[in-house]
């Protein structure tokens, strides 16, 4: 009940408003994301390479209402690949097509995006898309087909939600297509005729869907992206017994399970931390309360102790 009011406070405007406006807020989503600049995130990076993780930066921002501030949303992330690039950084970057416009129109987003891709694979730089409400499920893989069979970006990966009943079916098709796959649990609020209610089917999908991508020949590619202990561990024997050390890499969210991070990274599996940073950290903060009833308990006990 509690993680489904949360995500309904995520998408509302109204408790946006509120609580940006509070100062503690601020300092608590503070945890999980890296700053409000590019500087921040470049330096928050630095630091995670230095520790052999590796990072996938997220220019936090999502729904976009004008093309005019889509402008300024790929300004952002030219001048973030360039950066990675010219730094030597081992990063690649994340998005949302809401942030590109796609709720504007389809054109538009894709345009955004081509722009992106161009650069970013210049650069050599991995690009993901994240995977918003099923509201967008069907669209966004559309776009991440298209972008990687037509115009050949090979640097292009998605993400796939575990919660989600047609997963099996996507998961099957883009191994079948050798795609590079983010595979999460899902953090939006989803109807049961979509999705499991239930966590324990959620986490039984996750494994089952992992096993099967995991099996799949090369060049599919799968990111385990998870602070779920059980699933990593069934993950990092799959991947050490089959020796997919190049096919596979553990991710997590930054200011999570960080030592967990760092242990991974020196068994030898590879790690990516996915940073995010900029000044639209309202929904993706109140998704990570949403996750643990603790981080809500935390953000109460800093308010009332300010
Ligand atoms: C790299 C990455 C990218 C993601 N991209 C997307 C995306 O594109 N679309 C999407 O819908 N979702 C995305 N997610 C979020 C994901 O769907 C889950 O909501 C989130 O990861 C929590 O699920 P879990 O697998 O960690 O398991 P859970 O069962 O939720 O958590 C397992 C354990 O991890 C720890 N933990 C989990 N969450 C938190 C937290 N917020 N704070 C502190 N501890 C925590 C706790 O110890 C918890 O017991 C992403 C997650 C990661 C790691």
């Known amino acids: 009940m509690l993680r489904r009011i949360l995500l309904y406070l995520s998408a509302a405007k109204w408790a946006r408003r509120i609580v940006m406006r509070w100062g503690i807020a601020r300092s608590v989503a503070r945890r999980f994301i890296a700053g409000e600049t590019i500087n921040d995130a470049l330096n928050a990076s630095q630091a995670l390479n230095d520790q052999g993780l590796l990072v996938s930066l997220d220019y936090l921002g999502e729904s976009v209402e004008s093309a005019d501030d889509t402008r300024g949303v790929v300004n952002t992330y030219a001048t973030l690949i360039d950066l990675i690039h010219q730094r030597g950084l081992k990063a690649g970057?994340?998005?949302?097509?809401?942030?590109?416009?796609?709720?504007?129109?389809?054109?538009?987003?894709?345009?955004?995006?081509?722009?992106?891709?161009?650069?970013?694979?210049?650069?050599?730089?991995?690009?993901?898309?994240?995977?918003?409400?099923?509201?967008?499920?069907?669209?966004?893989?559309?776009?991440?087909?298209?972008?990687?069979?037509?115009?050949?970006?090979?640097?292009?990966?998605?993400?796939?939600?575990?919660?989600?009943?047609?997963?099996?079916?996507?998961?099957?098709?883009?191994?079948?297509?050798?795609?590079?796959?983010?595979?999460?649990?899902?953090?939006?609020?989803?109807?049961?005729?979509?999705?499991?209610?239930?966590?324990?089917?959620?986490?039984?999908?996750?494994?089952?869907?992992?096993?099967?991508?995991?099996?799949?020949?090369?060049?599919?590619?799968l990111q385990l992206a998870t602070h779920d202990e059980h699933i990593i561990q069934v993950g990092a024997d799959m991947i050490q017994q089959k020796k997919l050390h190049d096919r596979a890499e553990f991710q997590m969210l930054y200011g999570i399970r960080t030592s967990r991070q760092l242990e991974l990274a020196r068994a030898g599996f590879p790690v990516r931390v996915y940073v995010p940073f900029g000044e639209a950290w309202y929904p993706y903060f109140m998704r990570r309360l949403a996750e643990r009833p603790a981080n809500l308990w935390f953000f109460v006990k800093s308010f009332f102790g300010s």
């Open 93 to 221: 970057v994340s998005l949302k097509l809401t942030h590109l416009g796609l709720d504007i129109g389809e054109e538009l987003c894709t345009l955004n995006l081509r722009t992106i891709l161009t650069n970013a694979k210049a650069r050599g730089v991995p690009v993901t898309i994240d995977m918003e409400s099923t509201h967008y499920t069907e669209k966004t893989l559309q776009i991440f087909r298209t972008m990687r069979h037509e115009y050949d970006f090979d640097n292009l990966g998605t993400v796939i939600q575990a919660y989600l009943y047609r997963t099996a079916d996507d998961m099957r098709a883009l191994a079948e297509e050798g795609a590079t796959i983010r595979l999460c649990k899902g953090a939006y609020l989803e109807p049961p005729t979509l999705a499991f209610p239930e966590k324990a089917d959620v986490d039984k999908n996750y494994i089952d869907v992992m096993r099967a991508f995991l099996s799949a020949p090369p060049p599919a590619y």
